[in-house]
């Protein structure tokens, strides 16, 4: 647990830490801001691996400071998901053909999702299951 409560200097140092300890591949951030801009300085001097940056969130800012040569030379992909990253007429469209049919079946008890449960220290087995079969897994870390 990092606070980012605490000095901007500790703040990456402890991230660095955690990344030569465990080199990190999926950072999905609710935060943006000041907090994604210390985990891309660490990720900036060592990135062993390819690193997924999925943001989902801007509770600590809306923009950042983003060298473009940070891109150009690290395997580290940034992308977005949620509610903000489809159009309003792709919501739409979405809620009419899917969601009257999802609620019936939820309705009627027919909505079911097929899931291993697996234990955290175990993460990278349930990643590899869910990339594996070749289609979406609910995986349940227990």
């Known amino acids: 647990c990092i606070s980012l409560r605490d000095d901007p200097k500790k703040i990456v140092e402890q991230l660095a830490q955690v990344q030569q300890q465990s080199p990190v591949e999926i950072v999905l951030d609710y935060l943006w801001g000041g907090a994604i801009q210390y985990v891309l300085q660490v990720f900036g001097k060592d990135c062993p691996v390819p690193v997924n940056i999925v943001t989902i969130g801007q509770m600590a800012g809306a923009e950042i400071e983003?060298?473009?040569?940070?891109?150009?030379?690290?395997?580290?992909?940034?992308?977005?998901?949620?509610?903000?990253?489809?159009?309003?007429?792709?919501?739409?469209?979405?809620?009419?053909?899917?969601?009257?049919?999802?609620?019936?079946?939820?309705?009627?008890?027919?909505?079911?999702?097929?899931?291993?449960?697996?234990?955290?220290?175990?993460?990278?087995?349930?990643?590899?299951?869910?990339?594996?079969?070749?289609?979406?897994?609910?995986?349940?870390?227990?």
């Open 66 to 142: 983003l060298p473009s040569g940070l891109l150009r030379s690290k395997p580290i992909n940034i992308m977005g998901s949620g509610f903000g990253s489809i159009s309003q007429q792709q919501l739409r469209k979405y809620n009419q053909d899917h969601m009257t049919i999802m609620l019936a079946k939820a309705a009627n008890k027919d909505l079911v999702a097929s899931y291993q449960e697996f234990e955290l220290s175990d993460i990278g087995e349930a990643w590899n299951a869910n990339l594996s079969s070749g289609m979406r897994t609910v995986v349940r870390i227990r």
